[in-house]
T-cell receptor, first 110, second 114 residues
Framework: GQQVMQIPQYQHVQEGEDFTTYCNSS?????IQWYKQRPGGHPVFLIQ?????EVKKQKRLTFQFGEAKKNSSLHITATQTTDVGTYFC??????????FGTGTSLTVIP | DGGITQSPKYLFRKEGQNVTLSCEQN?????MYWYRQDPGQGLRLIYY???????QKGDIAEGYSVSREKKESFPLTVTSAQKNPTAFYLC?????????????FGPGTRLTVT
């Protein structure tokens, strides 16, 4: 079935450093969503991207959708300890069925 | 407050017993989902339901069963046939916004089977 690869699996950064996670698909996507899961918590929706080449920003977070709509990235500028968690991408399959990436676990060292 | 509730938060069972996890939503969402999360892995879809009295298998449905008799409720039964049931179970619901479906997750149930 269709899959989305997410890298890296883990990332440790010093507070203030930048962070990026990537999702890659072998097929063209109709859209992609990003979620954040804090340690011990549940995933929370961050954003959805639909258009080719789309870039959206939420404060220090920048989300991009590739021109070919096969990849996406989430970039965090100047990480803070509140950014700790696992970031997942999710792609929309048939109807409203979703497939989640394996996630990138972010640790921020104060 | 609108949202999704899952109960209990922690559940312990002996091997060979069936156990039912509760999921209720008051968001008036049509679609509901059950995911399983294991350490270091993403969310894997067990079952989903788009409307009442209808549901479809996800990637890992073996050993699980569901029902959708009411729009608000989507209980998941982990049967004794599930070979490795210890995991974190997440329920979600969604409703169409703009182009696609944003998912709202419940707090999860952590099931331990010994």
């Amino acid at each position: 079935g269709q899959q989305v690869m997410q890298i890296p699996q883990y990332q440790h950064v010093q507070e203030g450093e930048d962070f990026t996670t990537y999702c890659n698909s072998s097929t063209t996507l109709s859209n992609i969503q990003w979620y954040k899961q804090r340690p011990g918590g549940h995933p929370v929706f961050l954003i959805q991207l639909v258009k080719s080449g789309e870039v959206k920003k939420q404060k220090r977070l920048t989300f991009q959708f590739g021109e070919a709509k096969k990849n996406s990235s989430l970039h965090i500028t100047a990480t803070q300890t509140t950014d700790v968690g696992t970031y997942f991408c999710a792609i929309n399959l048939r109807g409203n069925q979703f497939y989640f990436g394996t996630g990138t676990s972010l640790t921020v060292i104060p | 407050d609108g949202g999704i509730t899952q109960s209990p938060k922690y559940l312990f069972r002996k091997e060979g017993q069936n156990v039912t996890l509760s999921c209720e939503q008051n968001l008036n969402h049509d679609a509901m989902y059950w995911y399983r999360q294991d350490p270091g892995q993403g969310l894997r879809l067990i079952y989903y339901s788009q409307i009442v009295n209808d549901f479809q298998k996800g990637d890992i449905a073996e050993g699980y069963s569901v029902s959708r008799e009411k729009k608000e409720s989507f209980p998941l039964t982990v049967t004794s046939a599930q070979k490795n049931p210890t995991a974190f179970y997440l329920c979600a619901s969604s409703s169409k916004r703009e182009v696609t479906y944003e998912q709202y997750f419940g707090p999860g149930t952590r099931l331990t089977v010994t």
